[in-house]
């Protein structure tokens, strides 16, 4: 389960009294019954439109689902970044899929460009991939039906998708070794070719999982970066305002608010916080 820290404290509370102290027997599901441990809030089409005119956001609201996921899909093949606030919010320190921000994992400069302007932390922290669960044993050492829905596995990018290190000389060291595509996928490759995965299929994640299936079929490539909806310091966001407002205090490009897509090139600049204000907010004393 993805919250084995101290927010999962309370689920092994739980499961404690149920079967040591009450005695109720322990059963085992061939399905995952968590569904994608999505136990947070989620906001209603008319809540997002209320907010958006509260705040006079330019947006565009799609009534088909598949015009949305081409777009979103075709600007992210553009090398934007994406802020995806979908659904129930997911439970636990991970983002997976509903309240995430996404980017091309092909892209060589999106790790650097994510973590400086969108995170606001160093630019060697790795980024977590998010890959169609039918494709995973392609791109990384995995077994065939070996899932990891909750983002709690590592596993090696696979030899077929490795590129050879460039240049007769003496092999790069230290901070040098962040600067050296490593595989198809550098964005979410780290030094030692290793990434920390998640799978995703239709039945936890349903629009997510469209999503990337349209990216696939856009770019041939079913893997993209999915990293926490937050900046530094920032939990991760639960609720519109919050999303938007992290948009805003960002060189986030795109913000998807279920079926309104918005453009940050498209917004008053006058609405846009101070980045330095807004990271002051969640700096340790």
């Known amino acids: 389960q993805p919250a084995a820290g101290d927010a999962g404290g309370a689920i092994g509370v739980a499961l404690f009294i149920w079967h040591q102290l009450l005695g109720a027997p322990r059963t085992a599901r061939e399905s995952d019954s968590q569904l994608g441990s ?3 809030p989620r906001f209603s ?5 209320d907010f958006l005119n509260q705040v006079g956001a330019t947006s565009r609201e799609f009534s088909e689902d598949e015009e949305l996921l081409d777009a979103v899909a075709k600007l992210m093949d553009e090398g934007k970044v994406v802020g995806w606030f979908q659904g129930r919010m997911e439970f636990g320190p991970r983002a997976l899929g509903c309240r995430s921000i996404l980017g091309d994992a092909r892209s060589p400069k999106m790790q650097s460009l994510m973590n400086l302007k969108i995170k606001f932390r160093e630019s060697f922290r790795p980024f977590a991939p998010s890959v169609l669960e039918e494709e995973a044993p392609k791109y990384f050492e995995m077994r065939n039906g070996e899932v990891s829905p909750y983002m709690l596995l590592v596993a090696f990018v696979d030899s077929s998708r490795r590129l050879p290190l460039d240049g007769d000389g003496p092999p790069p060291n230290g901070i040098e070794l962040l600067k050296v595509k490593r595989s198809e996928l550098p964005a979410i490759t780290h030094v030692d070719y290793s990434a920390r995965i998640q799978t995703v299929d239709p039945q936890r994640h349903g629009r997510y999982y469209r999503l990337i299936k349209r990216f696939q079929e856009r770019t041939g490539c079913p893997v993209i970066i999915n990293t926490s909806f937050n900046v530094r310091g920032e939990p991760i966001v639960c609720a519109p305002d919050e999303a938007f407002r992290c948009f805003m205090a960002t060189h986030m490009d795109v913000l998807v608010l279920e079926n309104f897509l918005l453009l940050k090139s498209e917004q008053m600049t006058d609405r846009k916080p101070d980045a330095e ?8 004393d």
Do not use: M, N, T, V
Not at 45 to 49: E, L, M, T, Y
């Open 38 to 40: 999505l136990l947070g």
């Open 277 to 284: 204000s807004y990271l002051a907010q969640f700096e340790l």
């Open 45 to 49: 089409q008319d809540q997002i439109r």
